[in-house]
């Protein structure tokens, strides 16, 4: 039997929880990958005001599930391989660890040996508006190899008909950097018409 390929997901303590389940509902259809995931603290805070359902159905989406204490967990190794990471949302908290090497938890060291093993690592920013703190260590992420950085910005081309809509084009815009394609997901191509 062919072996899964591995996905981290990390779901940080930034509004946008919400987005964080879209993916993980999108990457359960997906049978030819095995989803680890870490939700950080402030995470489950934010879920309380954000999200309708429990953290038991959340972490229902992924094959295995990390305490974000754990730093001896499989994902903290390099030599545990993986496809990469997604930290959606990313809080500028986390933002700034990465810039800065700074691995205190779980999801910040295993995104800390994405960068160091030159895997894809995708980071969903949610702050408005961004100071430039903010900007700055998003700009050094930005300029590292395999490191795209994509906030969940709104389009209209395709038009959308939902939040839902909405929120599927941006987890079809981030899986596409790890050639994942789903249908939800329409480019520019697909809609361009003129009149």
């Known amino acids: 039997m062919k072996s899964k390929k591995r996905l981290i997901v990390g779901i940080s303590g930034a509004s946008g929880v919400q987005l ?15 989803v680890h995931l870490i939700v950080s603290e402030g995470a489950k805070e934010t879920m309380r005001y954000e999200l309708s359902i429990s953290y038991e ?7 295995i599930v990390h305490d974000n204490n754990d730093i001896a967990a499989s994902i903290a190794s390099g030599s ?9 949302p990313a809080s500028m908290k986390t933002v700034s660890a990465l810039a800065h090497g700074y691995a205190d938890s779980l999801l910040q060291r295993a995104a800390d040996v994405v960068i160091k093993e030159k895997r894809r690592l995708v980071i969903v920013p949610r702050e408005m508006p961004m100071s430039a ?32 809509d ?10 596409s950097k790890f050639s994942i394609n789903i249908k939800e997901y329409k480019r520019w191509k ?3 018409t003129t009149n």
């Open 190 to 192: 697909e809609n361009n």
């Open 57 to 63: 159905e959340l972490i229902g989406y992924a094959d």
């Open 133 to 164: 703190i903010h900007l700055d260590n998003l700009s050094y992420l930005a300029k590292l190899q395999d490191i795209h950085i994509i906030p969940p910005m709104l389009t209209y081309y395709n038009h959308p008909e939902s939040i839902e």
């Open 20 to 34: 964080g389940y879209r993916l993980l509902k999108v990457l359960k259809e997906l049978k030819e990958f095995e």
């Open 166 to 175: 909405m929120e599927l084009h941006i987890i079809g815009k981030l899986l």
């Open 80 to 88: 545990y391989e993986s496809e990469g990471m997604i930290i959606i």
